[in-house]
């Protein structure tokens, strides 16, 4: 794939990111008004002009990322908000741009939270189901979640453990 098998597009809008390294590297975004998936597919390096008096006149190199957008399955584009949410919930909101990310403060939870996140992918399982299906809210699956584990559940994880996001591309855009 190269990026003249797609149009370039404008910049989406970030909603969170997936994956980070001085920068984004893979998130949702929000592209012609619905949620889609973004990934970075290549970076190159280059000069800042020297034909001004500017102050980037000397700073080296810089980084220019360019990534692919794909279309999300509504499915999927709800269960990775219910997956951010909790991290957003038990973590951190760091990686999150749907406020204003300029004035947004930054919060980490406490450590002690931080394992009902990363030590309970069946509790993820559970409330994505539960939110999707039933529109339930996770304090009621802190509340039940013995008790709440079942065929359907079951059957909800099976079929959707193993998604990728590999919906069509739309197009690429540089950043």
């Known amino acids: 794939m190269t990026t003249q098998d797609y149009p370039e597009v404008e910049k989406p809008i970030y909603l969170w990111s997936l994956g ?8 949702i975004c929000l592209y012609e008004g619905q949620k889609h998936y973004f990934e970075l597919f290549d970076e190159t390096w280059e000069e800042y002009s020297s034909d001004s008096d500017s102050e980037l006149d000397g700073l080296g190199p810089y980084s220019v990322r360019h ?75 802190d509340t039940f979640f013995h008790i709440l584990y079942t065929k359907e559940v079951k059957e909800f994880t099976e079929r959707n453990r193993n998604y990728e996001f590999r919906g069509e591309i739309v197009g690429w855009y540089k950043n």
């Open 67 to 141: 990534y692919y957008i794909r279309k999300l399955d509504p499915i999927i584009a709800s269960r990775e908000e219910a997956r951010h949410n909790l991290f957003i919930k038990y973590v951190s909101n760091s990686h999150d741009y749907r406020g204003n990310p300029r004035t947004q403060e930054r919060e980490v939870k406490p450590e002690g939270l931080h394992r009902y996140f990363y030590e309970h992918p069946l509790r993820d399982e559970i409330g994505t189901y539960l939110v999707l299906e039933f529109g339930l809210t996770f304090p009621i699956l």
């Open 20 to 27: 980070w390294y001085d920068g984004p590297l893979s998130g």
